[in-house]
């Protein structure tokens, strides 16, 4: 019987076990800001309780470390979907496709942690790395601090790798600094956590030497019986006082001094690093598509439907475009292309921290298959239902700083969402706002139509808000509503968009909006002011001809050329719009009821919007017979345009194309996301695998070297080897220094003519021949299957696994010989 070494008290067991629980509640706290969702406690909790018994077994048991690895992996593979999926939980079907998921995102979810908005709550297979992290960190440090007197001192750096888990994956912002006694403290929770973990780790490290000691003076006084002189304890006091007077002027020296050579704003973590967008692409501007609304397919349409408990938000968006490049409206910078942050569109968790007075609506599609999924501004939350919920949830991305989401897995009928959004940061209008003092701006100068500026000082105005808001005001009055270029044609209720705007007279209109385009519509503004007479009035000045597609890019430019940051956004109005389009009737919205407006930036940073709808009550007056017919000045972009859907990945903007709708493009899209799963799956399978296969071919090759050695001497000793190890890895002992014959002994079967055939071998006054060599691995194998065929299926697959005969390879010690 094997006596309990003595420092495996009950006393070292609950203290190593609590230096451990300290330092994971130490990385909970950390990784806490990814997260921000009860069930993290949950899934950490699970972790350290299985991570427990799992050590507490293996101690008990005298695991081998491979034995306690592949029960680690066991135990991760039962509990993941319970503790780190629980979306998966739900039903039979989402147990299956759950566990697929853990499977994948035990490779995967670490990149999607880097690439989703902060926090992620229970978001898909986010859990996983913290499951992960948890088990394995608490499974190894308890494992190494009960058994493993000379590497315990690894415990703290594999603790100190859980705390940066949260550290390392969350915000790179940092918390606001507090001030102590005049002393400013710059991301306390940041530097709270590294302390705590610091003294945590020195604690241990210092009684687990003290422990040492105490344990060989113990074992000193028992073997000599010369015990310590009463003056020990004294200086042992004396000695740990010090010490924490000298952690104590550090911490009070050395944080003042930190906040005082740095403070940091923002620290550099793995997501700053990493593009955010998984594969970004530059789709066709939606503006361009702006017209094919009103075509008689869209203008009665229903394209979805917004309901609500409460109120119903003042707008829904679909687009937000920021960038203008000369010929079209679009989300990505033209200069910085894919690669911005800013306008990169990623992956948001369902569930986010919910501000107070949040307003929840449920949108359910009609007749509407775009990309751009229509959201309110400033999204909180979205849930998606339905069968197609996990892929459209897959599917959603979302770009914060624009308030807009793309959904690239296409909403069709039926499909519903139900958004929760945060109340409107601001209430001012366009002629309150103030101008940024110092900005970027978002459109090159050289891109603002040479028109339009000549336009802008002819109205002689200033340059604050309320300039701003005259000068929309002037455009829109002196503008005139047109949708096409060719008279409309009407839809099944004979309805066109000119006859639901009785009286109208209609006028032609190009569609388009690049700088020829907009400079063309300021220069008919500009001849019918000087062709008017003195003072007229607006209704006397209407000249341009267009719809919110041009007046939505002209207003956007005229804000760049007063020096205010400008977007156009594309979307519906929920609320009556004072000279705009109709609004949605009671939430319903159809092709009819999409619009173009303007937000401007103020100097607080927060955006005002501002409806650039030009009339139609004014039609073009007076008659001016020599007015010039419309110039086709740009590219045309033709209604009923084709769209493809680009692969699955985060977008940038703009619109896809839709694919030809054909069998074999549908058949090579199965066939792909077959091979897609079937690639992923057999990725995972063998680096699931690759432990095993490694482990096989390394005795295997050991064996193969050793039957071909070079000479029949080496081969047989080399048998003898093999021999040797086989026996060791079915938990026999190691021979150490005993000779063959000694260790056959404990072997047992024929091991003792093994042992002496390879004396004889060796140390014989005849070399053996190829013969005799032969014979004798042929024994070899004869005796090696003989060790396991007694035993279970599971012992002999754990011998063909185990590493105990490459131990003396890393300098292993031989185990006493167990009797």
Same mark, same amino acid.
């Given at each position: 019987?094997?006596?309990?070494?003595?420092?495996?008290?009950?006393?070292?067991?609950?203290?190593? !076990?609590?230096?451990?629980?300290?330092?994971?509640?130490?990385?909970?706290?950390?990784?806490?800001?990814?997260?921000?969702?009860?069930?993290?406690?949950?899934?950490?909790g699970g972790a350290v309780l299985a991570a427990s018994a799992i050590?507490?077994?293996?101690?008990?048991?005298?695991?081998?470390?491979?034995?306690?690895?592949?029960?680690?992996?066991?135990?991760?593979?039962?509990?993941?979907?319970?503790?780190?999926?629980?979306?998966?939980?739900?039903?039979?079907?989402?147990?299956?496709?759950?566990?697929?998921?853990?499977?994948?995102?035990?490779?995967?979810?670490?990149?999607?942690?880097?690439?989703?908005?902060?926090?992620?709550?229970?978001?898909?297979?986010?859990?996983?790395?913290?499951?992960?992290?948890?088990?394995?960190?608490?499974?190894?440090?308890?494992?190494?601090?009960?058994?493993?007197?000379?590497?315990?001192?690894?415990?703290?750096?594999?603790?100190?790798?859980?705390?940066?888990?949260?550290?390392?994956?969350?915000?790179?912002?940092?918390?606001?600094?507090?001030?102590?006694?005049?002393?400013?403290?710059?991301?306390?929770?940041?530097?709270?956590?590294?302390?705590?973990?610091?003294?945590?780790?020195?604690?241990?490290?210092?009684?687990?030497?003290?422990?040492?000691?105490?344990?060989?003076?113990?074992?000193?006084?028992?073997?000599?019986?010369? @015990? @310590?002189?009463?003056?020990?304890?004294? @200086?042992?006091?004396?000695?740990?006082?010090?010490a924490a007077l000298v952690m104590l002027v550090a911490v009070v020296?050395?944080?003042?001094?930190?906040?005082?050579?740095?403070?940091?704003?923002?620290?550099?973590?793995?997501?700053?690093?990493?593009?955010?967008?998984?594969?970004?692409?530059?789709?066709?501007?939606?503006? +361009?598509?702006?017209? /094919?609304?009103?075509?008689?397919?869209?203008?009665?349409?229903?394209?979805?439907?917004?309901?609500?408990?409460?109120?119903?938000?003042?707008?829904?968006?679909?687009?937000?475009?920021?960038?203008?490049?000369?010929?079209?409206?679009?989300?990505?910078?033209?200069?910085?292309?894919?690669?911005?942050?800013?306008?990169?569109?990623?992956?948001?968790?369902?569930?986010?921290?919910?501000?107070?007075?949040?307003?929840?609506?449920?949108?359910?599609?009609?007749?509407?298959?775009?990309?751009?999924?229509?959201?309110?501004?400033?999204?909180?939350?979205?849930?998606?239902?339905?069968?197609?919920?996990?892929?459209?949830?897959?599917?959603?991305?979302?770009?914060?700083?624009?308030?807009?989401?793309?959904?690239?897995?296409?909403?069709?009928?039926?499909?519903?969402?139900?958004?929760?959004?945060?109340?409107?940061?601001?209430?001012?209008?366009?002629?309150?706002?103030?101008?940024?003092? !110092?900005?970027? !701006?978002?459109?090159?100068?050289?891109?603002?139509?040479?028109?339009?500026?000549?336009?802008?000082?002819?109205?002689?105005?200033?340059?604050?808000?309320?300039?701003?808001?005259?000068?929309?005001?002037?455009?829109?009055?002196?503008?005139?509503?047109?949708?096409?270029?060719?008279?409309?044609?009407?839809?099944?209720?004979?309805?066109?968009?000119?006859?639901?705007?009785?009286?109208?007279?209609?006028?032609?209109?190009?569609?388009?909006?690049?700088?020829?385009?907009?400079?063309?519509?300021?220069?008919?503004?500009?001849?019918?002011?000087? /062709?008017?007479?003195?003072?007229?009035?607006?209704?006397?000045?209407?000249?341009?001809?267009?719809?919110?597609?041009?007046?939505?890019?002209?207003?956007?430019?005229?804000?760049?050329?007063?020096?205010?940051?400008?977007?156009?956004?594309?979307?519906?109005?929920?609320?009556?719009?004072?000279?705009?389009?109709?609004?949605?009737?009671?939430?319903?919205?159809?092709?009819?009821?999409?619009?173009?407006?303007?937000?401007?930036?103020?100097?607080?940073?927060?955006?005002?919007?501002?409806?650039?709808?030009?009339?139609?009550?004014?039609?073009?007056?007076?008659?001016?017979? /020599?007015?010039?017919?419309?110039?086709?000045?740009?590219?045309?972009?033709?209604?009923?345009?084709?769209?493809?859907?680009?692969?699955?990945?985060?977008?940038?903007?703009?619109?896809?194309?839709?694919?030809?709708?054909?069998?074999?493009?549908?058949?090579?899209?199965?066939?792909? +996301?077959?091979?897609?799963? !079937?690639?992923?799956?057999?990725?995972?399978?063998?680096?699931?695998?690759?432990?095993?296969?490694?482990?096989?071919?390394?005795?295997?090759?050991?064996?193969?070297?050793?039957?071909?050695?070079?000479?029949?001497?080496?081969?047989?000793?080399?048998?003898?080897?093999?021999?040797?190890?086989?026996?060791?890895?079915?938990?026999?002992?190691?021979?150490?220094?005993?000779?063959? +014959?000694?260790?056959?002994?404990?072997?047992?079967?024929?091991?003792?003519?093994?042992?002496?055939?390879?004396?004889?071998?060796?140390?014989?006054?005849?070399?053996?021949?190829?013969?005799?060599?032969?014979?004798?691995?042929?024994?070899?194998?004869?005796?090696?299957?003989?060790?396991?065929?007694?035993?279970?299926?599971?012992?002999?697959?754990?011998?063909?696994?185990?590493?105990?005969?490459?131990?003396?390879?890393?300098?292993?010690?031989?185990?006493?010989?167990?009797?």
């Amino acid at each position: 019987m094997t006596r309990r070494p003595a420092t495996r008290t009950p006393f070292f067991l609950v203290a190593n !076990a609590a230096f451990v629980l300290a330092m994971a509640a130490v990385a909970l706290w950390a990784a806490w800001p990814i997260y921000q969702s009860p069930y993290l406690f949950i899934t950490v909790g699970g972790a350290v309780l299985a991570a427990s018994a799992i050590a507490v077994v293996g101690l008990l048991r005298s695991w081998s470390w491979f034995t306690i690895t592949l029960v680690t992996v066991g135990a991760y593979l039962v509990l993941g979907l319970p503790l780190a999926v629980p979306s998966a939980l739900a039903s039979v079907p989402d147990a299956l496709s759950g566990f697929v998921d853990l499977l994948s995102g035990t490779i995967f979810s670490w990149k999607e942690l880097t690439t989703i908005s902060l926090p992620v709550g229970s978001y898909q297979t986010l859990l996983i790395p913290a499951l992960i992290v948890f088990l394995a960190t608490v499974t190894a440090s308890l494992s190494l601090a009960w058994r493993s007197p000379t590497w315990s001192v690894l415990v703290v750096p594999i603790m100190f790798a859980s705390q940066v888990f949260g550290l390392a994956f969350g915000s790179s912002a940092v918390s606001e600094p507090i001030d102590v006694f005049g002393f400013s403290f710059p991301s306390p929770r940041e530097s709270v956590i590294g302390l705590a973990a610091f003294v945590l780790a020195i604690a241990y490290l210092v009684w687990r030497a003290q422990n040492s000691r105490n344990t060989a003076l113990r074992r000193s006084t028992q073997a000599t019986g010369v @015990r @310590r002189a009463a003056s020990d304890l004294p @200086r042992k006091a004396k000695r740990a006082g010090l010490a924490a007077l000298v952690m104590l002027v550090a911490v009070v020296v050395a944080v003042p001094l930190v906040s005082t050579v740095a403070r940091p704003v923002q620290r550099d973590v793995i997501r700053t690093s990493i593009d955010r967008a998984v594969d970004l692409r530059e789709y066709v501007s939606p503006l +361009t598509q702006y017209r /094919n609304f009103f075509t008689p397919d869209l203008y009665n349409t229903e394209l979805f439907t917004v309901t609500s408990e409460g109120e119903l938000p003042a707008r829904v968006r679909l687009a937000v475009l920021s960038h203008y490049d000369g010929q079209v409206f679009r989300v990505i910078d033209p200069d910085l292309g894919a690669g911005d942050q800013a306008t990169a569109f990623e992956r948001v968790p369902t569930q986010a921290s919910i501000s107070d007075n949040s307003e929840t609506v449920t949108i359910t599609i009609g007749d509407y298959d775009d990309v751009w999924l229509p959201v309110p501004d400033r999204l909180e939350s979205i849930d998606f239902a339905g069968s197609r919920s996990q892929a459209l949830t897959d599917g959603f991305f979302y770009n914060d700083a624009n308030g807009a989401g793309v959904e690239l897995d296409r909403v069709g009928a039926g499909d519903s969402y139900e958004v929760t959004s945060a109340p409107a940061a601001s209430t001012l209008g366009i002629g309150e706002i103030s101008k940024p003092v !110092a900005t970027e !701006a978002l459109v090159d100068e050289a891109l603002i139509p040479t028109k339009l500026s000549e336009w802008v000082r002819s109205q002689k105005v200033g340059e604050d808000g309320a300039s701003l808001e005259k000068l929309i005001t002037a455009l829109r009055a002196r503008g005139y509503l047109s949708h096409s270029l060719a008279q409309p044609e009407a839809d099944g209720t004979g309805t066109t968009w000119a006859s639901a705007l009785e009286p109208y007279a209609f006028e032609p209109s190009l569609a388009g909006h690049s700088v020829d385009r907009i400079d063309s519509l300021f220069e008919l503004l500009l001849e019918k002011e000087q /062709n008017a007479g003195l003072e007229p009035d607006d209704s006397q000045l209407v000249a341009g001809v267009g719809d919110d597609e041009q007046f939505a890019v002209a207003g956007a430019l005229i804000a760049q050329e007063l020096g205010y940051p400008s977007r156009v956004v594309l979307g519906f109005a929920l609320d009556e719009v004072d000279g705009g389009m109709p609004a949605c009737d009671e939430g319903t919205c159809e092709g009819k009821n999409l619009t173009a407006w303007i937000e401007v930036q103020d100097a607080s940073g927060s955006w005002v919007s501002m409806d650039t709808t030009p009339q139609y009550e004014n039609p073009i007056s007076p008659r001016d017979d /020599n007015r010039r017919d419309p110039e086709n000045d740009t590219d045309v972009i033709q209604e009923g345009v084709t769209e493809e859907l680009p692969p699955n990945s985060a977008p940038t903007g703009g619109d896809a194309q839709e694919p030809d709708d054909n069998d074999t493009d549908e058949a090579l899209a199965v066939l792909f +996301t077959i091979l897609r799963i !079937a690639g992923v799956s057999l990725l995972i399978l063998l680096l699931i695998s690759s432990p095993v296969l490694v482990i096989l071919g390394a005795k295997l090759k050991r064996r193969r070297d050793r039957r071909k050695a070079a000479d029949a001497t080496a081969r047989i000793a080399g048998g003898w080897e093999e021999y040797v190890d086989a026996a060791v890895d079915h938990g026999l002992p190691r021979p150490g220094s005993r000779t063959r +014959t000694e260790a056959a002994l404990e072997y047992g079967n024929d091991a003792t003519t093994l042992a002496t055939l390879a004396d004889e071998a060796v140390f014989g006054p005849v070399e053996p021949d190829e013969e005799t060599s032969a014979r004798f691995w042929a024994l070899v194998d004869a005796e090696r299957s003989l060790l396991g065929k007694e035993t279970s299926r599971w012992s002999r697959l754990r011998a063909s696994l185990s590493l105990r005969s490459f131990a003396h390879l890393i300098g292993a010690r031989s185990p006493e010989v167990k009797r």
